[in-house]
C-alpha cells in the first residue's frame, strides 16, 4: 500500500506502485484541476509538487504526474493545483492566492488548460530554497506549454512573483503561510511526513523479484507505459544508498538515483565546473530535471542523451551490481550496439564516479535542437580538455546524434592530445571526427545537417574554450 | 477587465470535457486507424479484440443507421473506412471497453489486412495526377498579359509553407450520454456544435432536434476543432445508440497528432513584376494546397488564399489561381488564419525576392505598395485602409532609423552573430467567406431576482469571447458583471450556429446579445414609465438604480423587474443577428465578402547564431488595428499569442511525413512549439485608435486571427540575418526556417570542403 500525504490529507492507495501518479489523481482522487496534454513530460500541464525531507529540511520540487510512479511518492507530500488554493471566503479575486492573482491580472490565462501546471511551478519557486530572482521564477515553468499567450504575461506574472518573493529574508515555509501567499496547512507538513515516515518505513516493500529497475521514470513511462503499471517495480529513486553526491579525494562519486536537479545543485559540481548552469539550462526542464537520474540516461542508451554525452567525456565509470557483487565499467565501454549496454538484466547501476578536474582542465558542453530548450538534441557533443601550457596533455571529446550510440570520439580525443591549438589542429580534428561517426537521417534532421553541425559544435568547443587565441576564419565562410 | 474564466482558472476549478463527472456504467471508446496511407481493405480482424476480457462491443461501418459521412463542404469523408483507406490513422473501428486502458489495448490487437495503393503526399503531384477535390479557382484583377508589358522588372519563383499542428493542450474528446426517447446528450470539444450535431444526426438517421450538443469551453482550438471534433463525438454516439450507455473518448496525444489534420501545407508558384518606381504592377500566383485525403474545410481554405493573396498591397494586375490538392494526408483543415496566411507569405517571398535582385530592402517595395482607401481588391471589395496608418507609426515610434543603424552598426562588429529586420504588414478580413454563416442569435433572459442570463452560439475556447459577451450585456443593461452569467453553448438554447471561427464570433453573436438586450430594455421602458410616471426614453441603470438621464430615481433594477413580471411583460428575448452588405458571387469571383479588414504592422528582430545556426529574436514590435477595443486585456493577449503561434509555425514547428505518409513528428517530443525561452525578448504593441465606422461589435475590431500573420516576418527576419553572414546564401522560401535550414544556408554544400582547405592554406 503506498501511502502519503495529498494536499493537506493523509491518503492510501492499494493501486500498483507502477500506475501513474497521474492517473490517482484524477481518476481516483478525482482533483480534475491537474491535466493530461501529452503523458510524456513535454507540456507541464499535469505538474504537480513533491515534498519531502532531506536533510531535516521540507523540500518541494516539481514533477510531471504523467511520469511519476506512485512508488516514487510514498511517504511524500504531493501538491496539486487545489493544495494551494488558500481557505478563505469571498467572492472573485479575494480567492485567489498571490501567485493565481498575479496570472489573474496579468491575462495569463486564456483558454486555462495549461494554467494549473503554471501555477503549480510557479508556486514550486516560491518553495525552493533557490535564490528568488525573475530568472529563476522563469526556470521554474520552462517545462510548462502554453499555446495560447504567447508567455509575455506570463513573464510579466512570474516577474510579480518573483518580486513578492524577494521580500522574505527567513524560512520560506513560515514566510509563504504567514503571508496567505500558500494555505496555512504547509507549516504542519514537515512534522506530518515525520509521523507517517515513522509509520510506514519510508521506502515501498520491494517484490522478491523485481523484473524492472526504475529510477526516475521519465525515459520508461514515456516508452513502456502499458507495461510499467503492472510490472514488479524495484524503486531505486528513493534509496539512500543509491542518493548522493561524494567527493573523495579526487573523486566524484555520485549515486545512481541522483538527478540532474541534484547534479546542479550541488557545490562539488559547481566548484568544478563554474558554467554547470548553462548546460543544465540546455537540458530538458525543471520538472523533468527533478526526477530524472543520471544512471536513468546512461541505462536508457540514447544515441542523444545529453547527460551521457556530457560523461562520455568527462570518462566516468559506473559501477554496476546484481545486489550480490559488483564490477566496474568505463562509461566509453558500456554502449555495445543500438540500445545494447554491457549490463545483465539482473543487475543496476549502483554508482557513477568520474575525476574532478584540476585547475588545468577545461570543458565545454554544445547541443543544438530544434527548439533550443526542453529539446532532445539534433546533435550534442562535449569536450573536456587538459593543458600543459599551450599544449593539450589529454582530451576527451564526444558526440550524440551522430550514431547507434552515445559516441565517444576515440580517435579524434587522440588525435588532439599533445598538440598546441590552432585552427589546422581543429579543421584536422573535424575530418577526423567526420571519419568516426555514421550519422542517419531523421525527424531531428538529415544526415548532412548533422554532419555539418557536429563540425560547427567542434568548433564552438574551440571557440569558447579558448576565446584569446585567433581562430576566425573556423566560422567565416569561403566569401569572406 | 480581466477574462471572467480566469479566476477558476487559475484556481484548477474550470471544467474541460475530461473533468465532466462521470455517470455510472460509462464505458470508454477508442478509435482502430488505419496503419498505412491508402489501400483497399482485404480483411479487417476484429476477433481477438472482441475475446479480450471488458471489451463490451467493436463497431465497423456495417453499425451505422445513416449515412457514413461526414465530410462537411464535399460529402467525401466517410467516419469509418469501407473499403479503402485513404490516409493513415483513418478510423476503421472504434472499440468500447469498460476502462480506457483495455480500449486501448483492444486497439493494439485488431489486425487488418490491406493491399497498398500509391501514396501521394505531395500536392503538385496530387495536380499532376489529376486529384483535385474541387475544380481549380482563379481571382483575377485588371490585365495581367497586358501588365507585364509594361514592367521594368519581372521576378519569379517558388514559395513553401509546411503545415503546422494545432497542438491545442487539451485533446480532441467528447462523451455521450443517453436521454429518453432516443435522444442523446452530448459534450463534446468542438468549435462546431452545430456541425457536430448535422452530422450526428444523419450519421445516426434521428432528427437533429434529438441531439443536445453542450460545450462549455475548450482547452484551445485554434481551428483544430472546428470541423475535426466531428468525428470522434459521432463514434461516442453510435456507441451510446446501439448500447444504450455512456460513452466517453479523450483522445491520447499521438492518436490526435497521427489522426486529425493539421494547417494545409501549399507549395506555390509566383511572377511579380514592378515598375521603375517599385510599383507592383503585376502579380500572379498559382497555389498547390495540400488538403490531404478529403475536402474538410481546405475548399473554404483555398477560397481565404486567394482573398489574401495581395496581402496589404495593392496590385492593378492580378492573377490568382488555386488547386485543391488530394493527399494521401489526415485532412487538412482550418487552423487561425485559414489559408490566409499561406497566401501572404507567397507575396511576401516575391517581393523578398525581388528586392535582393535590386539590391534594395524590402521595405521599400512593401511600403510603396500599400493599400490606399478605395483601392480594388482581387475580389472586388474597395479598401477603407489603415495600412499606412499602421506602417508610419510604426517607423516613427519605433524609431526604425535608429534601429537600422544598431542593426548595421551589431553586423559590422560582429562574425559569429547577426542581426535582421523585416517588416511584415498584414490585411485580413473578417467575415465568412460564405456568406450564409455570417449569422449569430442570442437568448437572453432575466430572472424575477433581476440576474441575466446569456446564451449565444459562441464556444470560449480562450480567446475570451464570454468575456466579450458579458461585457455587451453588461454595457447595454448599465449592471455590474456580477449580474451576468454566460452559459454554455447548447443546441437546445441556441440552434443553427455557426462555429466559432473566421475571427468573427464575438462580432457576430456580440451583436446579437445587443440586439436581445436592448429589446429587453426597450421594454422595460414602458413598466419604468408606469411606475415613475414619467417618460422613461433616456432610462439606464446606476447601481442599482433606474436612472432616467442623469436623475436618479427610487426605482430599484429589482423591483423594475419584479414589476415588469408581474405585468406580465416578456422578460426573455432570442435575437438574430446577419451582418448587412456582405456579399460575394463565386461565378464571377467578386463581391464585398468582408465586413471590414483588420490591419497592421510588425518590425521583427532576429539575432542569429552564425556558428550554430540557431537563432533568437529580439523582439517584435507591432501598431495594430483595433478599431477601439472593447477588452485591452483580452485584445493584448490574441495578439500576443498570435504572434508567437505565428513564429512558431515559421521557425520551429516542423510537420514530417515520410513518403508512405506516416507522421513522424507524432509526440510533443517531436514536433516542438515554442517555449517561454524562445518568445521574443520584447514584445511591444501599440493600439492604433481608428476612427472610421466599422460593423464591430462597438467597433472593437475581431483580433483572433489577424496577428497570427505577424510571424511571418520572423522568416524574413532570419533570412536577412542569413544574408548578412553570406550575402550570396541561397536561403529558399520554404517555411519554416528551422536551424537545420539556417545552418544548410549559412554554410552552401559546394563551399564546406573549400572552408576547410583554405582554412589550411592560411596557415
Redesign the interface.
Given at each position: 500500500m503506498i501511502q502519503f500525504i495529498l494536499n493537506d490529507k493523509e491518503t492510501s492507495t492499494d493501486l500498483p506502485p507502477g500506475e501513474l501518479l497521474l492517473d490517482l489523481i484524477r481518476y481516483h482522487k478525482h482533483l480534475m484541476g491537474t491535466k493530461i496534454g501529452c503523458r510524456e513530460g513535454d507540456c507541464g500541464a499535469c505538474t504537480v509538487l513533491i515534498g519531502e525531507t532531506v536533510n531535516s529540511k521540507l523540500r518541494y520540487r516539481s514533477v510531471t504526474s504523467c511520469l511519476t510512479a506512485l512508488g516514487n511518492v510514498q511517504g511524500k507530500h504531493v501538491v496539486t493545483v487545489e493544495g494551494l488554493n488558500l481557505e478563505v471566503s469571498g467572492q472573485g479575486t479575494e480567492k485567489l492566492n498571490p501567485v493565481q492573482h498575479a496570472m489573474y491580472k496579468e491575462g495569463a490565462t486564456q483558454c486555462g488548460f495549461c494554467t494549473p501546471g503554471f501555477i503549480v511551478s510557479l508556486a514550486g519557486f516560491c518553495l525552493s530554497d533557490s535564490d528568488k530572482s525573475y530568472e529563476n521564477a522563469i526556470a521554474s515553468i520552462d517545462g510548462n506549454i502554453c499555446r495560447c499567450t504567447g508567455y509575455k504575461s506570463i513573464q510579466r506574472a512570474a516577474k510579480n512573483i518573483a518580486e513578492l518573493m524577494q521580500q522574505n529574508k527567513g524560512d520560506v515555509i513560515e514566510y509563504v503561510t504567514s503571508n496567505s501567499i500558500l494555505p496555512e496547512y504547509f507549516s504542519g507538513i514537515k512534522k506530518r511526513l515525520l509521523e507517517l515516515n515513522s509509520k510506514t518505513n519510508g521506502i515501498e516493500k520491494q517484490t522478491a523479484d523485481p523484473k524492472k529497475y526504475l529510477g526516475g521514470g521519465t525515459d520508461l513511462y514515456v516508452q513502456q507505459h502499458e507495461k510499467m503499471v503492472h510490472a514488479d517495480i524495484d524503486f531505486l529513486f528513493n534509496k539512500i544508498e543509491l542518493n548522493g553526491i561524494k567527493k573523495e579525494g579526487n573523486k566524484c562519486i555520485l549515486g545512481a538515483s541522483v538527478t540532474i536537479t541534484d547534479l546542479m545543485e550541488s557545490k562539488t559540481i559547481k566548484d568544478a565546473f563554474p558554467d554547470f548552469r548553462k548546460v543544465n539550462k540546455l537540458v530538458s526542464s525543471t520538472p523533468i530535471r527533478n526526477i530524472a537520474t543520471i544512471a536513468g540516461n546512461f541505462v536508457n542508451a540514447s544515441p542523444i542523451g545529453d547527460l551521457t554525452i556530457l560523461f562520455l567525456a568527462l570518462n566516468a565509470r559506473i559501477v554496476v551490481s546484481n545486489e550480490i557483487s559488483k564490477r566496474e565499467i568505463p562509461l566509453r565501454e558500456f554502449y555495445k550496439g543500438y540500445k545494447q549496454l554491457d549490463k545483465r538484466e539482473e543487475e543496476f547501476i549502483e554508482q557513477i564516479w568520474f575525476e574532478l578536474p584540476d585547475k588545468d582542465h577545461l570543458f565545454n558542453f554544445e547541443k543544438v535542437s530544434k527548439r533550443t530548450h526542453l529539446d532532445i538534441a539534433s546533435v550534442n557533443s562535449a569536450l573536456s580538455i587538459t593543458m600543459n601550457g599551450k599544449i593539450i596533455s589529454e582530451a576527451g571529446l564526444s558526440a550524440g546524434g551522430v550514431g547507434p550510440i552515445p559516441m565517444f570520439l576515440s580517435k579524434t580525443s587522440a588525435f588532439l592530445k599533445d598538440k598546441k591549438i590552432s585552427e589546422q589542429l581543429v579543421n584536422e580534428a573535424i575530418e577526423i571526427a567526420q571519419s568516426e561517426i555514421s550519422p542517419i537521417s531523421d525527424a531531428r534532421g538529415s544526415e548532412e545537417y548533422k554532419r555539418l553541425l557536429l563540425s560547427q559544435l567542434i568548433k564552438a568547443h574551440f571557440i569558447t574554450l579558448f576565446p584569446k587565441v585567433h581562430l576566425n576564419s573556423l566560422f567565416t565562410n569561403a566569401e569572406h | 477587465m480581466?477574462?471572467i474564466?480566469?479566476?477558476?482558472?487559475?484556481?484548477?476549478?474550470?471544467?474541460?470535457l475530461?473533468?465532466i463527472?462521470l455517470q455510472q456504467e460509462t464505458l470508454f471508446g477508442a478509435a482502430f486507424g488505419s496503419p498505412i496511407a491508402h489501400g483497399k481493405i482485404i480483411h479487417l480482424d476484429i476477433s481477438a479484440a472482441e475475446k479480450m476480457a471488458g471489451v463490451v462491443r467493436i463497431f465497423t461501418y456495417k453499425d451505422i443507421p445513416g449515412d457514413n459521412q461526414i465530410g462537411g463542404i464535399v460529402p467525401d469523408e466517410p467516419l469509418l473506412a469501407e473499403d479503402e483507406v485513404h490516409f493513415n490513422g483513418m478510423p476503421v473501428a472504434f472499440v468500447v471497453a469498460e476502462t480506457n486502458?483495455i480500449a486501448?489495448?483492444a486497439v493494439k490487437s485488431i489486425t487488418i489486412d490491406i493491399e497498398p495503393l500509391p501514396v501521394i503526399t505531395d500536392p503538385r503531384e496530387a495536380k499532376e495526377k489529376g486529384k483535385l477535390i474541387i475544380p481549380p479557382r482563379t481571382f483575377s484583377l485588371g490585365n495581367i498579359d497586358k501588365a507585364w508589358k509594361k514592367c521594368t522588372h519581372i521576378f519569379e519563383g517558388i514559395a513553401e509553407t509546411n503545415g503546422q499542428e494545432?497542438?491545442?493542450?487539451?485533446?480532441q474528446g467528447a462523451y455521450t450520454i443517453p436521454q429518453e426517447n432516443d435522444c442523446i446528450k452530448v459534450y463534446s470539444s468542438t468549435q462546431g456544435p452545430t456541425a457536430v450535431q448535422r452530422h450526428m444526426a444523419a450519421v445516426l438517421k434521428i432528427p437533429m432536434h434529438r441531439l443536445e450538443v453542450d460545450v462549455t469551453?475548450?482547452?484551445?482550438?485554434?481551428g483544430g476543432k472546428e470541423d475535426q471534433a466531428t468525428a470522434w463525438a459521432i463514434l461516442c454516439a453510435l456507441a451510446t445508440y446501439h448500447l444504450k450507455k455512456p460513452v466517453k473518448y479523450?483522445l491520447?496525444?499521438m492518436e490526435d497528432m497521427r489522426m486529425t489534420g493539421k494547417r494545409n501545407p501549399y507549395s506555390s508558384d509566383f511572377k511579380i513584376g514592378l515598375d521603375k518606381n517599385l510599383k507592383i504592377i503585376a502579380y500572379e500566383a498559382t497555389f498547390y494546397q495540400n488538403a490531404g485525403a478529403a475536402a474538410d474545410l481546405s475548399p473554404a481554405v483555398l477560397e481565404r488564399t486567394l482573398f489574401h493573396c495581395t496581402n496589404s498591397y495593392f496590385v492593378p494586375n492580378v492573377k490568382a489561381t488555386a488547386y485543391c490538392c488530394k493527399t494521401n494526408l489526415p485532412p487538412n483543415t482550418a487552423f487561425r488564419g485559414f489559408g490566409g496566411p499561406q497566401g501572404m507569405f507567397v507575396i511576401e517571398a516575391a517581393i523578398a525576392k525581388a528586392a535582393e535582385a535590386l539590391g534594395i530592402d524590402a521595405s521599400e517595395i512593401q511600403k510603396k505598395n500599400l493599400l490606399k482607401d478605395g483601392d480594388e481588391f482581387p475580389y472586388g471589395q474597395k479598401a477603407e485602409s489603415e495600412a499606412k496608418n499602421c506602417w508610419e507609426e510604426a517607423e516613427d515610434i519605433y524609431e526604425i532609423k535608429k534601429l537600422r543603424k544598431q542593426v548595421k552598426k551589431f553586423n559590422e562588429e560582429n562574425?559569429?552573430h547577426k542581426k535582421g529586420i523585416s517588416f511584415m504588414p498584414i490585411c485580413f478580413g473578417i467575415s465568412f467567406t460564405k456568406t450564409f454563416m455570417n449569422q449569430a442569435r442570442a437568448l437572453v433572459h432575466i430572472y424575477t431576482d433581476g440576474s441575466i442570463s446569456v446564451s449565444t452560439g459562441a464556444v470560449e475556447?480562450?480567446?475570451?469571447v464570454n468575456t466579450k459577451m458579458a461585457q455587451v450585456a453588461a454595457t447595454i443593461f448599465s449592471l455590474p458583471l456580477s449580474k451576468i452569467k454566460i452559459h454554455t453553448t447548447n443546441t437546445f438554447r441556441i440552434a443553427n450556429t455557426s462555429p466559432s471561427a473566421a475571427s468573427a464570433t464575438a462580432d457576430l453573436n456580440g451583436k446579437a446579445v445587443q440586439m436581445a438586450c436592448i429589446n429587453l430594455m426597450e421594454r422595460l421602458k414602458p413598466v419604468a414609465e408606469k411606475v415613475l410616471k414619467q417618460p422613461c426614453d433616456k432610462m439606464r441603470i446606476e447601481e442599482g438604480l433606474v436612472h432616467i438621464g442623469n436623475k436618479k430615481t427610487e426605482l430599484t433594477w429589482g423591483n423594475l423587474i419584479a414589476t415588469a413580471y408581474m405585468s406580465r411583460v416578456n422578460l426573455s428575448e432570442h435575437a438574430h443577428y446577419a451582418p448587412p452588405q456582405v456579399h460575394f458571387d463565386p461565378t464571377i469571383e467578386k463581391g464585398h465578402p468582408f465586413a471590414y479588414h483588420v490591419y497592421g504592422t510588425a518590425i521583427t528582430v532576429v539575432t542569429v547564431d552564425?556558428?550554430?545556426?540557431?537563432y533568437?529574436f529580439d523582439a517584435v514590435k507591432v501598431v495594430h488595428d483595433f478599431g477601439t477595443t472593447m477588452n485591452p486585456?483580452?485584445d493584448?493577449?490574441q495578439i500576443?499569442?498570435?504572434?508567437?503561434?505565428g513564429m512558431g509555425w515559421m521557425t520551429?514547428e516542423?510537420i514530417?511525413y515520410d513518403k508512405e505518409g506516416r507522421l513522424?513528428?507524432n509526440?510533443?517530443?517531436?514536433y516542438?512549439?515554442?517555449?517561454?525561452?524562445?518568445?521574443p525578448e520584447e514584445?511591444k504593441v501599440h493600439f492604433l485608435k481608428t476612427k472610421k465606422d466599422n460593423l464591430a461589435i462597438f467597433r472593437s475590431k475581431a483580433v483572433g486571427e489577424p496577428p497570427l500573420m505577424y510571424g511571418i516576418g520572423a522568416f524574413f527576419a532570419v533570412r536577412n540575418a542569413i544574408k548578412a553572414?553570406?550575402?550570396?546564401a541561397d536561403v529558399k522560401f520554404s517555411a519554416p526556417i528551422?536551424?537545420?535550414k539556417v545552418?544548410?544556408s549559412?554554410?552552401?554544400?559546394k563551399?564546406?570542403s573549400?572552408?576547410?582547405k583554405?582554412?589550411?592554406h592560411?596557415?
Open positions: - | 480581466q477574462n474564466d480566469s479566476i477558476t482558472h487559475v484556481r484548477g476549478e474550470s471544467i474541460y475530461d473533468d463527472p486502458e486501448q489495448a494545432h497542438l491545442y493542450i487539451e485533446t469551453r475548450l482547452g484551445g482550438g485554434f479523450c491520447h496525444r562574425h559569429l475556447m480562450g480567446q475570451g552564425c556558428l550554430r545556426g540557431i533568437t486585456v483580452v493584448l493577449g500576443e499569442g498570435g504572434i508567437v503561434q520551429m516542423e514530417i513522424r513528428s509526440a510533443l517530443s517531436t516542438k512549439v515554442p517555449d517561454i525561452y524562445s518568445v514584445i553572414f553570406h550575402p550570396s528551422t536551424p537545420e545552418l544548410m549559412l554554410y552552401p554544400k563551399e564546406r573549400q572552408t576547410i583554405e582554412a589550411y592560411i596557415l
